[in-house]
């Protein structure tokens, strides 16, 4: 994996868009990882008891999965020096699993700090998960 670097980098470069995936067992790993234990992300019958129509992702997993995209594209998670987002909708993970959809789009370039601003989209069954989300990557 090569480190994305000022010289091919440019305001409108993309990230492809990629599909990650998510299933149940993600989540009971993440929840243990995290000692994020909420029934919402791993209780069926407790997500739809409190209006969810399924289980759902944790929010800090559908961000890092997110990050991990960009990550990919900089060539070094050391590169993505600033990542936030704003949760819009949760990410439901049904029985036979979830997924979520990231792409990226430079939206600026700074050339004396060496580096660029990618707004990431994410979306999950076609609704916005993340709004707001702006990554940004220190560049070669």
């Known amino acids: 994996m090569s480190v994305r670097t000022l010289a091919d980098t440019s305001v409108g470069d993309t990230i492809e868009a990629r599909t990650v995936t998510v299933g149940r067992d993600t989540l ?20 739809t008891s409190v209006g969810l129509p399924d289980v759902i992702a944790h929010g800090m997993w559908t961000m890092g999965a997110a990050g991990s995209v960009v990550e990919e594209w900089a060539g070094d998670g050391g590169r993505v020096v600033e990542f936030g987002t704003r949760f819009t909708k949760p990410v439901v993970v049904p029985q036979d699993g979830g997924a979520i959809e990231v792409s990226g789009v430079v939206k600026s370039v700074d050339e004396d700090a060496r580096r660029a601003t990618v707004e990431v989209s994410v979306t999950s069954s076609g609704d916005k ?8 990557v220190q560049l070669d």
């Open 129 to 136: 998960v993340l709004g707001r989300c702006l990554a940004v």
């Open 28 to 47: 009971v790993a993440y929840a243990n990882a995290s000692g994020d234990q909420n029934p919402i992300h791993q209780d069926e019958a407790f997500a």
